[in-house]
């Protein structure tokens, strides 16, 4: 257990998003993604009719159709701090001890209450299909993660993301390097 782990657990920013998660749950970003299909019944989404008529050439049947419909995803940068700040609470909670604890004392008890809630809201359908990767400043700006302005409860979150660490802020490593590889000049 280390010192740090206790002042992030018994912060007041770590109160605030998990008291805004009830919010930020309703206001998650989603992204869009097209998946293909192949379908000889019901057709969702757009006709890819390149496709289609290669499928009915290969298989003989004028019956078969490939769509590409749109699909909500949770994976954005956002949503990748949220899961972040939520599984950093629940490891330090269980490095602490006093997860499990019976302790009635106020600072167990603390520990006990925020460990639950991050448990509960980790077990959102929403947010068990965000993969869980490590947030980096540079990935954040590639793609387009919010400013604390810009969205209503993601103040809480923001904050408390600032109280851990990330592969941005270790030495040795560039700040405000472009999302695109630098060519290399012939």
Same mark, same amino acid.
């Given at each position: 257990m280390? @010192?740090?782990?206790?002042?992030? =657990?018994?912060?007041?920013?770590a109160g605030?998003? %998990?008291? #805004?998660m009830?919010?930020?749950?309703r206001? =998650?970003?989603t992204?869009?993604?097209s998946?293909? &299909?192949?379908?000889a019944e019901?057709?969702?989404g757009?006709? $890819?009719w390149?496709?289609? %008529?290669?499928?009915?050439? #290969?298989?003989g049947?004028?019956h078969h159709?490939v769509?590409?419909? *749109?699909?909500?995803v949770?994976q954005?940068?956002?949503?990748e701090?949220l899961?972040?700040?939520?599984?950093?609470?629940?490891?330090?909670?269980?490095?602490?001890?006093? *997860? &499990?604890?019976?302790? +009635?004392?106020r600072?167990?008890?603390l @520990?006990r209450?925020?460990?639950t809630e991050a448990?509960?809201? $980790? $077990?959102s359908?929403?947010?068990?299909?965000v993969? +869980?990767v490590r947030?980096? #400043?540079r990935?954040?700006?590639?793609?387009?993660?919010p400013?604390i302005?810009s969205r209503?409860?993601?103040?809480p979150?923001?904050?408390?993301?600032?109280?851990? +660490?990330t592969?941005?802020?270790r030495?040795?490593?560039k700040h405000?390097?472009?999302c695109q590889?630098?060519?290399?000049?012939?």
């Amino acid at each position: 257990m280390r @010192i740090g782990e206790l002042q992030f =657990l018994l912060s007041d920013e770590a109160g605030d998003l %998990l008291a #805004a998660m009830p919010r930020l749950m309703r206001r =998650l970003s989603t992204s869009s993604a097209s998946e293909e &299909q192949w379908t000889a019944e019901r057709l969702h989404g757009p006709v $890819q009719w390149n496709r289609t %008529l290669s499928l009915r050439a #290969a298989t003989g049947s004028p019956h078969h159709y490939v769509t590409t419909p *749109a699909v909500r995803v949770y994976q954005t940068a956002e949503n990748e701090l949220l899961v972040h700040v939520l599984d950093a609470v629940g490891t330090a909670a269980n490095s602490t001890g006093w *997860a &499990q604890s019976t302790s +009635r004392q106020r600072p167990a008890q603390l @520990i006990r209450e925020r460990h639950t809630e991050a448990l509960r809201w $980790q $077990q959102s359908r929403m947010l068990m299909a965000v993969e +869980r990767v490590r947030p980096t #400043a540079r990935r954040a700006a590639c793609q387009g993660a919010p400013t604390i302005g810009s969205r209503g409860g993601l103040r809480p979150l923001l904050l408390t993301a600032r109280l851990l +660490r990330t592969d941005s802020h270790r030495p040795g490593r560039k700040h405000g390097s472009s999302c695109q590889p630098k060519s290399k000049l012939s």
